[in-house]
């Protein structure tokens, strides 16, 4: 069975400072792996997602994610915050069709 | 596409009533998927169904809860009696299964039990 760890419930950045969201995962077969942000008061918007082929992932708003499966890991990042970046971010994984998610990452940017 | 819609957005019902959240796929997806929002517990998949039949609802928290999908473009998730502590954002998404394209959610509904 899949699932998904996010390390770090709360990640606080400055305005222009580079963005680390972490995520690991544990799977018995290759997953298919996501990143998802969620606005307040809103439903989930896929940023990007791995399926096969190359492990550095281009996602919306300059967000990217690369898979490593030496470090069974997904991290999400993106070279400079924006203040429009502040949301909460959800790493998942598929295993037979079923999408499960981490516990999510409260992204904060300051001034 | 007018994407995943769900409705009502919001819901205010007295505890053991019924309650039932309704969703339409997008078009041409072949799985459709629930989820459940609360702060404790974050985001938890209740039940999912493929070409409308279910396939796991190992994450359905009790009798009182259950989905249908009687044809490929309508979902409903029902609660009855309703409690407190059922009050979370319930979120429906869809998909085509196996293509590796990620699930689309809908914006919601925010059922608040008192």
């Known amino acids: 069975a899949q699932s998904v760890t996010q390390l770090g419930s709360h990640v606080s950045v400055s305005e222009g400072a580079l963005v680390l969201l972490r995520c690991n995962y544990s799977?018995?077969?290759?997953?298919?792996l996501f990143w998802y942000v969620q606005y307040p008061n809103q439903g989930l918007q896929l940023l990007l997602k791995?399926?096969?082929?190359?492990?550095l992932v281009k996602g919306i708003n300059g967000f990217e994610a690369e898979f490593k499966k030496s470090e069974t890991s997904f991290h999400l990042t993106k070279p400079s915050a924006h203040m429009s970046d502040a949301a909460e971010y959800f790493c998942?994984?598929?295993?037979?069709?079923?999408?499960?998610f981490g516990q999510g990452t409260i992204l904060t940017v300051h001034p | 596409d007018a994407g995943v819609i769900q409705s009502p957005r919001h819901e205010v019902t007295e505890m053991g009533q019924e309650v039932t959240l309704r969703c339409k796929p997008i078009?041409?997806?072949?799985?459709l998927f629930w989820y459940r929002q609360t702060m404790m517990r974050g985001l938890e998949l209740l039940i999912y169904?493929?070409?409308?039949?279910?396939?796991?609802d190992s994450g359905m928290p009790e009798d009182r809860f259950s989905a249908k999908m009687p044809n490929a473009s309508f979902s409903t998730l029902k609660i009855q009696p309703s409690e407190p502590r059922d009050s979370a954002v319930y979120f429906c998404?869809?998909?085509?299964?196996?293509?590796?394209?990620?699930?689309?959610f809908g914006s919601g509904t925010r059922l608040t039990v008192v």
């Open positions: 998404a869809s998909s085509l299964l196996d293509r590796g394209d990620g699930y689309t």
């Open positions: 799977s018995s077969v290759p997953p298919y």
């Open positions: 791995y399926t096969t082929g190359a492990t």
């Open positions: 998942g994984g598929t295993s037979y069709g079923k999408l499960t």
């Open positions: 078009s041409g997806h072949n799985s």
């Open positions: 169904f493929n070409n409308n039949v279910p396939i796991d």
